[in-house]
């Protein structure tokens, strides 16, 4: 089991900045990748962004060049970065840490935060 411990959300302006972070029970680099998802009311919950242990990153299209997802090794945390903010950005954001489980991967979830942004 991975407890992951999100914090950073909150109300923001059209074309601001926040940072979304999140710490997991465990040490990053025994997980398979972290990532964050978010999901908008009437809405599937998508991904926005993953960051496996090789230091490999993903990102929907919807934030290429907006959101960036880094890691912090001394501190074990997972941040989201997130600038030029755009209210379809808002929804609830999740952190995500997969962890191998040969043949299959085990999918763990936070709490959620909610972003805001309002025009």
């Known amino acids: 089991q991975v407890q992951l411990v999100e914090s950073g959300g909150g109300l923001v302006q059209a074309g601001g900045s926040l940072r979304l972070s999140c710490a997991p029970s465990?040490?990053?680099?025994?997980?398979?990748?972290m990532g964050w998802y978010r999901q908008a009311p009437g809405k599937q919950r998508e991904l926005v962004a993953t960051l496996r242990s090789g230091g490999i990153t993903n990102y929907a299209d919807s934030v290429k060049g907006r959101f960036t997802i880094s890691r912090d090794n001394a501190k074990n945390t997972v941040y989201l970065q997130m600038s030029s903010l755009k209210p379809e950005d808002t929804a609830v954001y999740y952190c995500n840490a997969q962890e191998s489980a040969i043949p299959t991967i085990l999918n763990y979830w936070g709490q959620g935060t909610q972003v805001t942004v309002s025009s």
């Open positions: 465990r040490s990053i680099f025994s997980l398979y990748a």
